[in-house]
T-cell receptor
Framework: KAGVTQTPRYLIKTRGQQVTLSCSPISGHRSVSWYQQTPGQGLQFLFEYFSETQRNKGNFPGRFSGRQFSNSRSEMNVSTLELGDSALYLC??????????FGQGTRLTVV | GQNIDQPTEMTATEGAIVQINCTYQTSGFNGLFWYQQHAGEAPTFLSYNVLDGLEEKGRFSSFLSRSKGYSYLLLKELQMKDSASYLCAVRDPPNSNSGYALNFGKGTSLLVTP
């Protein structure tokens, strides 16, 4: 079966712009989580959605937001981009309380 | 909050055994996961422990002691392809809002040498 699909794979944006990243979970998976990965901080939890509701949120500023659609696809948005937002953004989907499966990620570079 | 510690780097020889330790201090616990991540790739699931003891899966085993806040990942018969980052993650306990959230350590970069 198809894995978790994230688009785009690479993105370059300018400071102050906003960006939207997309994640399509594995079919049948209703939980979608987002993580930010940087060399200094490792993988950090952003938020998790289940059935179009945000169930949990990590310690990130309000510039980071997300949503989930009725087909479980999810988007995350970062507004007013800062240089420090440059990172690999990973999406993971899971079914119930089982292990999470990660997508290949979107590499965001802010210049 | 969650505090999860792992060694930053380890080196081992092809064919050998290596143990990667993970200690955690968390406000709650609902399972410990190990993931493998090759450079430029997505993390892939290796193992899951929720009860104390050893879980074995082929060349990989993972151990958990909840009372000590300690886990390790054991890799046997090391192969060159095992060179990767190994991530320890603790899952938040379930509550009305928790859902599914993994708290990761910063990862252990393992280099397997010939």
């Amino acid at each position: 079966k198809a894995g978790v699909t994230q688009t785009p794979r690479y993105l370059i944006k300018t400071r102050g712009q906003q960006v939207t990243l997309s994640c399509s979970p594995i079919s049948g998976h209703r939980s979608v989580s987002w993580y930010q990965q940087t060399p200094g901080q490792g993988l950090q939890f952003l938020f998790e959605y289940f059935s179009e509701t945000q169930r949990n949120k990590g310690n990130f500023p309000g510039r980071f937001s997300g949503r989930q659609f009725s087909n479980s696809r999810s988007e995350m948005n970062v507004s007013t981009l800062e240089l420090g937002d440059s990172a690999l953004y990973l999406c993971a989907s899971s079914k119930g309380t089982a292990e999470a499966f990660f997508g290949q990620g979107t590499r965001l570079t802010v210049v | 909050g969650q505090n999860i510690d792992q060694p930053t780097e380890m080196t081992a020889t092809e064919g050998a055994i290596v143990q990667i330790n993970c200690t955690y201090q968390t406000s709650g616990f609902n399972g410990l996961f190990w993931y493998q991540q090759h450079a430029g790739e997505a993390p892939t699931f290796l193992s899951y422990n929720v009860l104390d003891g050893l879980e074995e899966k082929g060349r990989f085993s993972s151990f958990l002691s909840r009372s000590k806040g300690y886990s390790y990942l054991l890799l046997k018969e090391l192969q060159m392809k095992d060179s990767a980052s190994y991530l320890c993650a603790v899952r938040d306990p379930p509550n009305s809002n928790s859902g599914y959230a993994l708290n990761f350590g910063k990862g252990t970069s393992l280099l397997v040498t010939p």
